[in-house]
Antibody
Framework: EVQLVESGGGLVQPGGSLRLSCEAS????????MTWLRQAPGKGLEWVAN????????YYADSVKGRFTISRDNAKNSLFLQMNSLRVDDTALYYC??????????????????WGQGTMVTVSS | AIQMTQSPSSQSASVGDRVTITCRAS??????LGWYQQKPGRAPKLLIY???TLQTGVPSRFSGTGSGTDFTLTISSLQPEDFASYYC?????????FGQGTKVEIK
C-alpha cells in the first residue's frame, strides 16, 4: 500500500525539542522531493520545509529557519523534522507530503499528491 | 515572502451552484499555483497544479484559471462531497505560501 505515516508528535514545553518522523511505503521514496507542512488548530495550512531527492537542496519557512532541520534517509524510506527551541505558536498538526513534481513544457511544479495523516505537536507549559 | 490573498474566507452555497474562489499573489508568480481541498479531520487533497492542470482523478467540475497575480478556482456544479475548505499555494518562490483558505458551507 502506498502511504506516509508520521510519528513523534507530543506535548513539549516551550524551548524544548522534538523529532518527527515520516515513514514512506509503496513507492520509490528516493525519487521524490518531500515536504513538511503544518496546520494550527482551527487555522489554515502552512508550508514548513522541503528537501530534494538526494538532500542536496533544502528550504525552510521563515518562521522555522534556524530552529527546525529537515532530513531524510533514503535507505530507510524516512523523512525527519528535528524541531528545536519550540514555541507555543509551533503547536500544530504536522503533515509530511510527497511532491511528485510534474513537468509541463520543461517547467517543474509542486504537486503534493500524497499526504500522511499528521502528527500533533503541542507546545505548552 | 510572496503573500497570497484568498477570497472569500467563507461562502454559503447550495448543491448545483457554481462556486468561484479567487487567489491573488503579491507579485507575479506565472502559473505556479496549486489548489487543495481539505475536509474536516482529513489531510488536504491536490486538485489542480500549474494553475489549470487537473490532477488525475479529480472531477472535471473543478477548474482553475489565471496567471501572473490573479487566479480562480471554479466548481461548476457544487456536489455534496465538495463542501470543504479550499487553499491556494504558490510554488514560484521559496518559501512556499498558502492562501488563508475558503470554507464552502451548505446554504
Amino acid at each position: 500500500e502506498v502511504q506516509l505515516v508520521e510519528s513523534g508528535g507530543g506535548l513539549v514545553q516551550p524551548g524544548g525539542s522534538l523529532r518527527l518522523s515520516c515513514e514512506a511505503s509503496g513507492f520509490t521514496f528516493s525519487s521524490y522531493w518531500m515536504t513538511w507542512l503544518r496546520q494550527a488548530p482551527g487555522k489554515g495550512l502552512e508550508w514548513v520545509a522541503n528537501i530534494r531527492r538526494d538532500a542536496t537542496k533544502i528550504y525552510y519557512a521563515d518562521s522555522v529557519k534556524g530552529r527546525f532541520t529537515i532530513s531524510r534517509d533514503n535507505a530507510k524510506n524516512s523523512l525527519f523534522l528535528q524541531m528545536n527551541s519550540l514555541r507555543v505558536d509551533d503547536t500544530a498538526l504536522y503533515y509530511c507530503a510527497r511532491d511528485y513534481s510534474p513537468q509541463i513544457l520543461g517547467a517543474f511544479y509542486d504537486a503534493f499528491d500524497m499526504w500522511g495523516q499528521g502528527t500533533m505537536v503541542t507546545v505548552s507549559s | 515572502a510572496i503573500q497570497m490573498t484568498q477570497s472569500p474566507s467563507s461562502q454559503s452555497a447550495s448543491v448545483g451552484d457554481r462556486v468561484t474562489i479567487t487567489c491573488r499573489a503579491s507579485q507575479d508568480i506565472g502559473n505556479e499555483l496549486g489548489w487543495y481541498q481539505q475536509k474536516p479531520g482529513r489531510a488536504p487533497k491536490l486538485l489542480i497544479y500549474a494553475a489549470s492542470t487537473l490532477q488525475t482523478g479529480v472531477p472535471s467540475r473543478f477548474s482553475g484559471t489565471g496567471s501572473g497575480t490573479d487566479f480562480t478556482l471554479t466548481i461548476s456544479s457544487l456536489q455534496p462531497e465538495d463542501f470543504a475548505s479550499y487553499y491556494c499555494l504558490q510554488d514560484a518562490n521559496y518559501p512556499r505560501t498558502f492562501g488563508q483558505g475558503t470554507k464552502v458551507e451548505i446554504k
